[in-house]
């Protein structure tokens, strides 16, 4: 589920459009949502992402959950934030917004909130009280980030954002190949590039700080960027709009300028 604003306005945000005054891809009824749900049960989880759901009154997150919660089906719900990095104090000044974490608790629903630190700099100490006050709720918590040029293209700079997530008890999860869309073109890793970067930044880290997946979220599937060699980079669906590629391993040509999945095929 996609709400339509977010507050972080990240340059490099492949979703921008998402947020262009009469965009017609988000639905504003949390209601006809809901009932979409409930009438496919074959949808066991929910992401609800953006924009960033936080963004939203927690009066109305709390109608959205509550209702959630409701539905058998469903077994966990995941909110994508990155609210966290640019305004903890969304979280630390809010006592009511524990009542969204607690109300899918008690549902048995699993709660699992996906944060968004790209650089390590970002895990402010008031970040972290944001953290510790989510954890202490009772969410469990996963990070992803987007490689970007300029900002963690580096392994030291990634090593660090691996373990200090875990030292505060979120784990690293996807590490996403920057999706190239208008302006943000300069942000981009080439893909070998990248591989590189990110096996030199998990050297001599423990599994749990370096057990983050190198993916690109395309349209035909989220596909993880394994490894390359010399002559090949080798490719692995991980979920596939076509059921035939689920779980497909590719082996591509190697291009050292390749910076998305449709520079290689
Ligand atoms: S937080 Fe996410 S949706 Fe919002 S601008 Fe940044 S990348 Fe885009």
Not at 72 to 90: Q, S, V, Y
Not at 187 to 215: D, N, Q, W
Not at 216 to 226: A, D, F, L, P, Q
Request: charged residues 25%; contains cysteine; positive net charge.
């Amino acid at each position: 589920m996609t709400s339509r604003v977010c507050g972080s306005y990240c340059r490099f945000c492949f979703r921008k459009r998402l947020f262009i005054k009469g965009s017609t891809e988000v639905s504003l009824g949390i209601k006809e949502r809901v009932n979409y749900i409930r009438s496919h049960p074959e949808i066991t989880n929910v992401l609800l992402s953006g924009g960033d759901p936080l963004i939203l009154s927690t009066r109305k997150l709390i109608e959205l959950v509550s209702a959630l919660s409701e539905i058998e089906h469903l077994r966990f719900i995941r909110i994508g934030t990155k609210t966290p990095a640019f305004n903890p104090f969304r979280i630390t000044d809010d006592p009511e917004l524990e009542r969204v974490v607690s109300i899918l608790k008690k549902s048995g629903k699993g709660a699992y909130i996906v944060t968004q630190f790209n650089h390590p700099r970002e895990l402010t100490d008031k970040a972290k009280e944001a953290v510790k006050k989510l954890l202490s709720w009772g969410a469990i918590l996963l990070n992803q980030t987007p490689l970007l040029r300029g900002i963690n293209d580096n392994p030291d700079t990634l090593r660090e954002l691996f373990i200090s997530l875990v030292e505060i008890g979120i784990s690293p999860y996807y590490i996403f190949q920057n999706r190239p869309v208008l302006g943000n073109h300069h942000f981009s890793v080439p893909i070998t590039e990248g591989i590189r970067i990110i096996r030199e930044a998990k050297r001599g880290i423990s599994g749990l700080a370096g057990r983050i997946i190198y993916i690109m979220s395309h349209t035909t599937g989220k596909i993880e960027i394994v490894g390359c060699d010399e002559k090949q980079i080798y490719l692995k669906y991980h979920r596939a709009a076509n059921p035939e590629n689920h779980y497909r391993i590719l082996t591509v040509p190697r291009k050292d300028d390749a910076l998305w999945f449709d520079d290689l095929v």
